[in-house]
């Protein structure tokens, strides 16, 4: 398959990269290369696939209506993947614009392109942030997420509900994908664990939000890969059992589908700095501190669709997965 992958010099998108280039898939990978953060790990992600003789890159906007359209037309996708996003919660109440711009205007192109050059499926990425006030847990994709407590969440909600439009109008497939806590080698700066990571190894406080008390769904990069890969290869089909008095969020009489990819196991956010310190061999200096705003207390996914309907398997602990990251981390911090 030929696969359009954006945010290709991503956590995500360099990772699923890879995966699709090995299996003996043709990527095109675009990416804005911007300075949310150091563009310089972006650059050592991508070396790890920008040679490929089945990968192509392109340094730019998926917002760029002009270009997105060109490539669209001249490139001719069976499948896209889009994880470009502006990301980061926080971020999303200093910076509000900025998710706009990417988050909706290029989620916007991104359709209008699959549209225009007939592209049959569509897999993007959405977030668990979209269950925001809910707390009935495990969260399912089947209840309503109609209360986002960020920017960043409500244009995640935004990109399923413009996604369900060009299922029904267009017959595209299109399936959402809400990531539970991503984490691994080759994560984002801003993400708790390298932020804990480079706090402890400077012997830095580290802010500790909730008092602690967060759980979190954390899912490791390889088995956010794993998840994505099966919906690739399984593109989304109208539910024929879909009744319209009791609509099921999750799907639709047109070819539409929301999954949760997550470890299915919440583990406290003390235990999880906890084997970051052991593997660190450095304990934190915390500073423990109210929740904050935008965030949520608890992630809790219930994947049961995407493991009885795709046959999904989380495989990697916290205990393995905070090894990987701390061994990468380490090495990094080396170069």
Known sequence: MKILVTGSAGFIG???????????????????????YDPKLKELRLSRHIHHSNYSHFREDIENREFMAEIFSSEKFDCVVNLAAQAGVRYSIENPNAYIDTNLVGFGNILEGCR?????????????STY??????????????????????ATKKANELMAH???????????????????????RP????????????????????????????????????????????????????WNSSIPDPASSSA???????????????????????????????????????????DTYADISDL????????????????KNFADWFLGFKKL
């Open 165 to 187: 439009t060009y299922s029904h109008l267009y017959q595209i497939s299109t399936t959402g994908l809400r990531f539970f806590t991503v984490y691994g080698p080759y994560d």
């Open 116 to 128: 225009q050059a007939s592209v049959k499926n569509l897999v993007y990425a959405s977030s668990s």
């Open 14 to 36: 360099s990772a699923l990269s890879i995966e699709l280039l090995e299996r003996g898939d043709e990527v095109i990978g675009i990416d804005n290369h911007n300075n949310y």
């Open 307 to 322: 493991v009885n309907e795709l046959g999904y398997k989380p495989k990697i602990s916290v205990c393995d997965g905070v």
């Open 132 to 153: 925001g006030l809910n707390t009935q847990q495990p969260f399912s994709v089947h209840d309503p997420v109609n209360h986002p407590v960020s920017l960043y969440a």
């Open 255 to 297: 070819p539409y589908r929301i999954y949760n990819i997550g470890n299915n196991k919440p583990v406290n956010l003390m235990d999880y700095i906890k084997e970051l310190e052991i593997n660190l061999g450095k304990e934190a200096k915390k500073e423990f501190l109210p929740i904050q705003p935008g965030d949520v207390p």
């Open 190 to 241: 801003d993400m708790a664990l390298q932020k804990f990571a480079n706090s402890i190894m400077k012997e830095e406080t580290i802010k500790v939000f909730n008092y602690g008390n967060h759980r979190r769904d954390f899912t490791y990069i390889d088995d956010i890969v794993s998840g994505i890969l099966k919906v690739i290869d399984n593109p989304a089909v109208p539910n024929s059992n």
